[in-house]
């Protein structure tokens, strides 16, 4: 994994990435193709349950499970979250990855938030899914030392907690707790197929999202 080649300078930020004021965050990355209703409401509600000062959505420019997503749509799909937290205290988007190297590992990530943004103290929150694959990510014990993981239930996959029971045989450092959120079965995958079919998305996409899905990457701001 990543190991301090984040910036020639080592440790520091990039001019392009904000400074903060919060002292704690919650780490949310996901490719967001486009963001929807799920990705809001467990942002949100992991938010008011944690009580972190804010959540960072982090778009992926070429996430290493999906790899025909690329670098052609990362403006487009970090344009999207933003409009996604258009007016909400606490939630932001911060295009961390676009500073890395491709792939994007998570481990990578959260090294350089935590280089970056040294008095941050940083968690990860991710759905069920992603919870259940984490034994295929790069780095993965360092990333259990460095970071504990909010977890959200996601239809089709086993009890959070026999998930965590299993990953823990293999990674005792596993640091996991449960964001409680009534199960959402929404996916960007889903919600793409109906917006290529040209069908009702139901609301599931905000109005400002949808917009700039209809511009195509092309015309990201
Ligand atoms: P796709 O269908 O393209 O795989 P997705 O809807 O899973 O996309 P991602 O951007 O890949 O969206 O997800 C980012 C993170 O959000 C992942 O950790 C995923 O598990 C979680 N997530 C997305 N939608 C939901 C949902 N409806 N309920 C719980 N977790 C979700």
């Not at 392009?16 to 929807?36: I, N, Y």
Request: charged share 20%; hydrophobic share 40%.
């Amino acid at each position: 994994w990543y190991t301090g080649e984040i910036s020639g300078d080592g440790g520091q930020r990039p001019i392009g990435l904000p400074a903060t004021e919060a002292k704690r965050v919650l780490l949310f990355g996901g490719t967001f193709d486009p963001p929807h209703v799920g990705h809001l409401t467990m942002a949100q509600l992991a938010l008011e349950q944690t009580g972190v000062d804010e959540v960072w959505f982090l778009p992926a420019p070429n996430p290493p499970h999906k790899q025909e997503i690329g670098d052609d749509t990362f403006g487009w799909r970090a344009a999207m979250v933003t409009a996604l937290l258009e007016g909400r205290a606490g939630l932001r988007t911060m295009p961390i990855e676009e500073f890395l190297p491709r792939p994007s590992y998570t481990v990578d990530t959260v090294h350089a938030c935590q280089l970056w943004y040294p008095d941050v103290e940083f968690s990860f929150l991710l759905g069920a899914d992603s919870l259940e694959q984490l034994l295929t990510w790069h780095g993965v014990d360092e990333l259990a030392k460095r970071v504990p993981f909010y977890v959200v239930a996601r239809s089709g996959t086993s009890a959070l907690t026999q998930v965590v029971n299993t990953l823990r045989e293999r990674l005792p450092e596993l640091r996991a707790t449960a964001i409680e959120m009534p199960l959402l079965d929404v996916s960007s995958t889903w919600l793409r197929e109906r917006l290529e079919a040209g069908a009702d998305i139901c609301g599931l996409i905000s109005p400002a999202v949808l917009d700039l899905w209809h511009k195509g990457p092309q015309n990201e701001v």
